[in-house]
């Protein structure tokens, strides 16, 4: 009989989750962009395995902490530019905010963008300037950047084939602007399906060079997941759970999870990950898509129940508890059937 495992407990192993990801890529020398991400991740994996508000915000309260007893600074760059307000007035309206977005100095520039994001769809008539400044050689990376994220948050028309452009050319050599372009095709979600192609294309053709960072790839991955993208996009998600990088293996899972039904040529490669994976989030995640992709047969149902059975007591309660909620999600998929 398995032992049940209370909310407490799990609590408390997901703060060693978090902790022990942490831990390791301060003893790899990794830098503080990198730990925070692996922080945030590992905070994000655990966190959607909790029901109420109070346990996750105790999740992110303790991943700072974490991040703060390593002099670790908050927030990292793409988070602060995502979610910061702009210091330009409020008062500016979008006729001024556009006019700003050619202003001779390039801190106004960004602010403007992100003025004009924290509007959303309200500045959907910004989009052509926006994209004027997005291919604008006259724009540093952090403009352009900034440009990138706010037309990921107001969407509009010719908004995807921009930032398609950004990615594709070879012109930008800002890997951090190619990153922002995709979170922000993420960002648009199904909207912006039509990108996938392009997506895809980094993933497939950028996976094996260290050079990049790993925020292009998780920004990838999310970004198919979000997209809700095709059979061709969960093939290039499936081959990225074999990526050298953690966070970057979880967050494919995580995609094909979000990807549902559509993800289904996956569940072997998703099974193998919940059980073979080193890395905790992976084995996690891949654990919760296969409940989330619904596909039910033996074969994955017995994986699912030899985690949940945890016959060598060596699994982590994390990945125990993802394991149970999809056999519970299937079971119930397969009662929902049968009436």
Request: net charge neutral; charged share 25%; proline share 4%.
């Amino acid at each position: 009989m398995p032992k049940q495992i209370t909310q407490e407990d799990q609590l408390q192993q997901s703060k060693d989750v978090i902790r022990n990801a942490i831990e390791r890529a301060v003893t790899e020398n990794r830098p503080p962009t990198y730990i925070r991400e692996v922080a945030d991740n590992a905070c994000r994996s655990v966190s959607k395995h909790f029901s109420e508000r109070s346990q996750r915000s105790e999740l992110a309260k303790f991943t700072n902490e974490m991040l703060k007893i390593r002099h670790i600074e908050r927030p990292a760059p793409l988070e602060e530019m995502r979610d910061a307000p702009s210091s330009l007035p409020s008062l500016h309206s979008m006729p001024q905010l556009i006019t700003e977005l050619e202003n001779d100095n390039q801190k106004v520039r960004s602010d403007a963008a992100r003025a004009l994001g924290e509007m959303g769809e309200q500045a959907k008539g910004a989009v052509p300037a926006l994209i004027g400044a997005l291919r604008s050689k006259g724009s540093k990376p952090e403009v352009r950047a900034e440009v990138a994220i706010a037309l990921g948050k107001i969407s509009g028309k010719g908004a995807v084939a921009a930032l398609v452009h950004t990615i594709e050319n070879e012109n930008e050599t800002d890997m951090h602007v190619k990153s922002c372009a995709i979170w922000a095709l993420g960002e648009m979600g199904p909207k912006a399906a039509a990108a996938s192609g392009a997506v895809r294309f980094v993933l497939e053709t950028m996976k094996e060079q260290s050079k990049y960072e790993p925020d292009l790839f998780i920004f990838a991955c999310r970004a198919l997941g979000n997209m809700r993208a095709t059979s061709d996009a969960a093939f290039a998600l499936t081959e990225t759970l074999q990526h050298k990088n953690e966070l970057v293996r979880a967050e494919a899972a995580a995609a094909l999870g979000r990807m549902g039904s559509e993800a289904k040529e996956a569940t072997s490669a998703l099974r193998d990950a919940m059980i073979g994976d080193r890395d905790v989030s992976v084995r996690a995640n891949a654990a919760t898509a296969l409940g989330e992709i619904g596909q039910r047969d033996a074969f994955i149902l017995t994986a699912l129940k030899s985690v949940t059975n945890n016959l060598t007591q060596k699994e982590d309660p994390v990945v125990i508890a993802s394991a149970q909620r999809s056999l519970a999600a299937l079971s119930k998929t397969s009662r929902t059937r049968e009436v």
